[in-house]
């Protein structure tokens, strides 16, 4: 049962994936995009880790790419050529890439020849009843200095992100009303 | 094996089925409810001409909006077009399969345990819903791109921007709520608020909730997109914002949807905040009586009261309120409420654990 579910996630994942680089109208790609997130979330509760999938789809499909859709439409970009036809490109990076994966799967299957799973099912550890209890303990414990230093990171990413968009109060050639009533305050 | 399975489904999809009515009923209520209620705030009847005191009112509605002539404009992107209405509907519908209407009881049948009053107790019950709210926006935003038109686009766009940035509000107003019941799913929640009123989220020592819940009616009411909220179909200057398109059955979805998630909000904050099914007295008056396997009734409705209440207080804004202006709804977003919720977490974590080293 777990295996067809992951099956199915597995290749929707890439069928999905496929089509978000592939379909030329970019609303089609953002909508690949978000069926995708979902049967990440999805392959998460394969997992039991329940509250990885809710974080999936809270941040992912409900904050990252509705931005992503609301820069596409604004840019109102029907279509854009420039990206496709570019099958020599893809061709040298592709090739590579799919050495390495027969590589891999090759040496897959000979760890399965010898005992060893290919394909982990749900270890016994996280089928603990509270997985948001045992992802916040190790959080905050374990990984306290990586978390920190991550958070950091996002702070000044923030901070950036505000320089860079924020102009000067007092320019002149300032056509956005929101900042004039500012001014005026 | 093959029996268990199907009868577990067979249970599941009766409480689905029990579910789905009692919403859709609600929504019914609810549509004659708000132009009966603005009647009266505004010193007029509300509808009158159908059926008794116009109570068939909303079934006239339904019908008309079924029988009208289904137009896709000319330019829409027909796929997107049809597909956003149902969009909008689903991610709604589906967050009340982890709400707790009742007590908390389990019987078996069969060697099935089950809680015939919640659908699902999963452990992350309230991300649950998060989730599915914030998806909530893309029916609309894809609803207003797909029309073809601008009004549509920019009450699509509208909305995206208002509906992510009350969400992070709406997420923050129930951190505090679960720290103090050091759990996610929304049974354990309601159960960690039995006895005395006092011992709601809203009220409960060592952190009431009381500005968290502020924060949380305030954001739902902007990511319902509500008056005193309603720029994505502020009429005055967007026709009818992302629905001006449509009309016909996609229209009553789109109503539909906007209904239900009022109601779906409401039960969120009476389970969070208000206690859920619990009545503000320890246990139930069917227990003082003797009819222990009454009790749940009175305790639905508790939870019925509650969830109403809220609704009316919807009604109550919307007659109340003029619109607010897009920069005020966005500078109020982000600059009040944002470090209200924030700052009720710092305070919640830091009292609960003072109280916890106390003990």
């Known amino acids: 049962m777990s295996h067809l579910f992951f099956g199915y996630f597995a290749s929707m994942i890439i069928a999905t994936s496929i089509l978000v680089v592939a379909l030329k109208n970019p609303v089609y790609s953002a909508l690949s995009l978000l069926v995708m997130f979902f049967h990440v979330a999805g392959l998460f509760v394969t997992l039991h880790a329940e509250f990885l999938a809710a974080v999936q789809i809270i941040v992912y499909a409900g904050a990252i790419l509705v931005l992503y859709l609301f820069v596409v439409m604004i840019l109102n970009v029907k279509q854009d050529d420039r990206y496709h036809n570019q099958w020599r490109a893809a061709g040298f990076v592709c090739a590579p890439l799919l050495i390495e994966a027969m590589v891999l799967l090759s040496g897959g299957a000979k760890a399965r020849m010898t005992g060893t799973q290919a394909v982990p099912g749900p270890s016994a550890e996280s089928l603990a009843p509270d997985n948001t209890l045992a992802i916040g303990q190790t959080l905050f414990s374990t990984y306290l200095f990586p978390f920190e230093v991550a958070s950091l990171v996002l702070l000044v990413a923030m901070i950036g992100a505000i320089v860079l968009a924020k102009r000067e109060i007092g320019e002149p050639d300032n056509p956005n009303p929101m900042l004039r009533t500012k001014a005026a305050e | 094996?093959?029996?268990?399975?199907?009868?577990?489904?067979?249970?599941?999809?009766?409480?689905?089925?029990?579910?789905?009515?009692?919403?859709?009923?609600?929504?019914?209520?609810?549509?004659?409810?708000?132009?009966?209620?603005?009647?009266?705030?505004?010193?007029?009847?509300?509808?009158?001409?159908?059926?008794?005191?116009?109570?068939?009112?909303?079934?006239?509605?339904?019908?008309?909006?079924?029988?009208?002539?289904?137009?896709?404009?000319?330019?829409?992107?027909?796929?997107?077009?049809?597909?956003?209405?149902?969009?909008?509907?689903?991610?709604?519908?589906?967050?009340?399969?982890?709400?707790?209407?009742?007590?908390?009881?389990?019987?078996?049948?069969?060697?099935?345990?089950?809680?015939?009053?919640?659908?699902?107790?999963?452990?992350?019950?309230?991300?649950?819903?998060?989730?599915?709210?914030?998806?909530?926006?893309?029916?609309?935003?894809?609803?207003?791109?797909?029309?073809?038109?601008?009004?549509?686009?920019?009450?699509?766009?509208?909305?995206?921007?208002?509906?992510?940035?009350?969400?992070?509000?709406?997420?923050?107003?129930?951190?505090?709520?679960?720290?103090?019941?050091?759990?996610?799913?929304?049974?354990?929640?309601?159960?960690?608020?039995?006895?005395?009123?006092?011992?709601?989220?809203?009220?409960?020592?060592?952190?009431?909730?009381?500005?968290?819940?502020?924060?949380?009616?305030?954001?739902?009411?902007?990511?319902?997109?509500?008056?005193?909220?309603?720029?994505?179909?502020?009429?005055?200057?967007?026709?009818?914002?992302?629905?001006?398109?449509?009309?016909?059955?996609?229209?009553?979805?789109?109503?539909?949807?906007?209904?239900?998630?009022?109601?779906?909000?409401?039960?969120?904050?009476?389970?969070?905040?208000?206690?859920?099914?619990?009545?503000?007295?320890?246990?139930?008056?069917?227990?003082?009586?003797?009819?222990?396997?009454?009790s749940w009734i009175e305790s639905t409705m508790w939870f019925a009261i509650k969830t109403y209440s809220l609704l009316f207080l919807f009604f109550w804004l919307r007659a109340t309120l003029p619109r607010l202006r897009y920069d005020q709804l966005m500078r109020f977003g982000w600059k009040v409420m944002l470090p209200i919720a924030l700052a009720n977490i710092v305070v919640t974590a830091i009292a609960v654990f003072i109280a916890q080293q106390i003990k």
């Open chain 2, 1 to 294: 094996m093959v029996t268990e399975f199907g009868l577990r489904l067979a249970i599941s999809l009766t409480q689905i089925g029990a579910v789905m009515c009692i919403v859709v009923l609600t929504v019914l209520i609810l549509t004659l409810a708000e132009r009966k209620v603005l009647g009266w705030m505004q010193d007029r009847m509300g509808p009158m001409e159908v059926g008794p005191y116009g109570i068939l009112q909303p079934f006239a509605d339904a019908i008309k909006l079924f029988f009208k002539e289904d137009i896709v404009p000319a330019g829409a992107n027909k796929l997107i077009f049809t597909m956003a209405p149902i969009l909008c509907l689903i991610p709604t519908f589906i967050g009340f399969a982890v709400i707790p209407w009742g007590p908390n009881w389990t019987f078996e049948v069969n060697g099935i345990i089950v809680k015939p009053f919640v659908i699902s107790d999963i452990n992350i019950g309230i991300l649950y819903i998060l989730a599915f709210a914030s998806l909530a926006a893309y029916g609309i935003i894809l609803g207003g791109w797909a029309s073809n038109s601008k009004y549509s686009l920019l009450g699509g766009l509208r909305s995206a921007a208002q509906v992510i940035s009350y969400e992070l509000n709406v997420g923050l107003a129930i951190v505090g709520v679960l720290i103090l019941a050091g759990s996610l799913s929304l049974v354990k929640i309601t159960d960690g608020q039995t006895g005395w009123f006092w011992n709601w989220y809203i009220f409960a020592l060592p952190a009431p909730q009381l500005f968290a819940f502020v924060v949380y009616v305030i954001s739902v009411v902007a990511e319902t997109n509500r008056v005193p909220f309603d720029l994505p179909e502020a009429e005055s200057e967007l026709v009818a914002g992302f629905f001006t398109e449509y009309s016909g059955l996609r229209f009553a979805f789109f109503f539909l949807a906007e209904y239900a998630n009022m109601v779906l909000v409401s039960c969120v904050a009476s389970a969070l905040f208000l206690g859920g099914w619990n009545a503000p007295y320890p246990g139930t008056l069917m227990d003082l009586v003797g009819l222990s396997s009454w």
